[in-house]
């Protein structure tokens, strides 16, 4: 069984930085696609960025493209979420998951953090 906790949220003015970091417990490693994806109030939760268990392989959402980076350490079974040049439609709850498959689509995640709140200020 996988378990993942988020940290890092806050809040930050427009233009600010954030960096989200996922601990995973009964040993991702290298065996699982990490994912970001995110929930605004009143919103469908969407994905935000991948890497694929080699970390070779990176996917983001258009609109964080050159701005958000994923990074992950197997060794340690973590995944960061650099946020830079944050805007105020950044604002919602950011999840953490893992699945076998390399997707972006939620339902092919299979473990889910319990989300952190970052809220950009205008």
């Known amino acids: 069984q996988v378990q993942l906790v988020e940290s890092g949220g806050g809040l930050v003015q427009a233009g600010g930085s954030l960096r989200l970091s996922c601990a995973a417990s009964g040993g991702t490693g290298s065996s699982y696609t990490m994912g970001w994806f995110r929930q605004a109030p009143g919103k469908e939760r969407e994905f935000v960025a991948a890497?694929?268990?080699?970390?070779?392989?990176?996917t983001y959402k258009n609109s964080v493209k050159g701005r958000f980076t994923i990074s992950r350490d197997n060794a340690k079974n973590t995944v960061d979420l650099q946020m830079n040049s944050l805007k105020p439609e950044d604002t919602a709850v950011y999840y953490c998951a893992a699945g076998r498959s390399y997707s972006t689509l939620l339902y092919q995640y299979t473990y889910w953090g319990q989300g952190t709140q970052v809220t950009v200020s205008s």
């Open positions: 890497m694929a268990g080699s970390g070779r392989t990176t």
